[in-house]
């Protein structure tokens, strides 16, 4: 065999590499995905936003809950039995307000039970779409998040918060404009989250916790964790689906030069 023929060989896998290990990735993950349904009689849908290494030449881009997510999970509930119970993977930091209330309204409107996993995180959007499910499984180092509304830059509590300890006409027009945004995005994303809470608790309750979620008791990224979401009165179980936590390794973040983390992988006992 030639030099250049050997060449042209080597070049070939490597171009093909990436495309094998994806497939390969793929193939895994659906066979988890597989097993998962068949223990639990459900049907299972991922909501998992990675640094996605692949896209640009390698370039990771952080990517965030779209209308794209929606009409793909949408389209998910619709394909599944009424009768049949929905699990909902989500490891997400949030995304469009509008995508998000799409799919916690389709899940809100499934017959059967639905159960949203939370393996390690679910902010802002992700929070919303959680607050739809009859229960919400995830461990004690998991967390949620407010769902307060940001506009543009800034929270749109602090917009209002700022505005208040000024006169009128001290404030310019952009300002005021903004703070009537504000006033308004805070009144929806209330009201959105006492919908959704209003079919799991009493209305006193779902009008508390939706006010403490979504009107700037807390900066937009403080971890809400399982015990301060049960405190507050959310439907919260402990995760222990060892496949979920299978699946999330399946959805590595792009390799580091060097690694920030390493441990020997076997499970230590006394």
Known sequence: ?????????????LM????????????????????LEQRRGSRVITLIHRQVSMAFFGIPVLRFIDINDSEEVI????????????????????GLALASL??????????AKVTVHVPH??????????????????????VLGPVDPQIGQYPAASVLAAVSRKRADDIDDQTLILADIAEKAIAQVKGATKTLLADHLPEAE??????????GTWTHDHPITAEVARLLGLPIVRESEAEVYALMRLYPQPVRQQPAVEYLPERHTR
């Open 102 to 111: 799409q799919i916690a309204h389709a899940l809100r409107a499934h017959s």
């Open 1 to 13: 065999m030639a030099g250049s023929d050997i060449f042209w060989l080597l070049f070939l896998f």
């Open 206 to 215: 779902a009008e508390r916790i939706a006010d403490t979620l979504a009107t």
């Open 16 to 35: 093909l590499q990436p495309m094998v290990r994806q497939k390969a990735l793929e193939f895994a993950r659906r066979r988890i995905i597989q097993r």
């Open 121 to 142: 995180y679910a902010m802002s959007g992700a929070t919303l779409i959680a607050l739809a499910a009859d229960e919400i499984a995830m461990d004690d180092h998991a």
């Open 75 to 94: 389209r998910a509930i619709h394909l599944t039995d009424k009768d049949t119970p929905i699990d909902l993977i989500v490891h997400a930091p949030g």
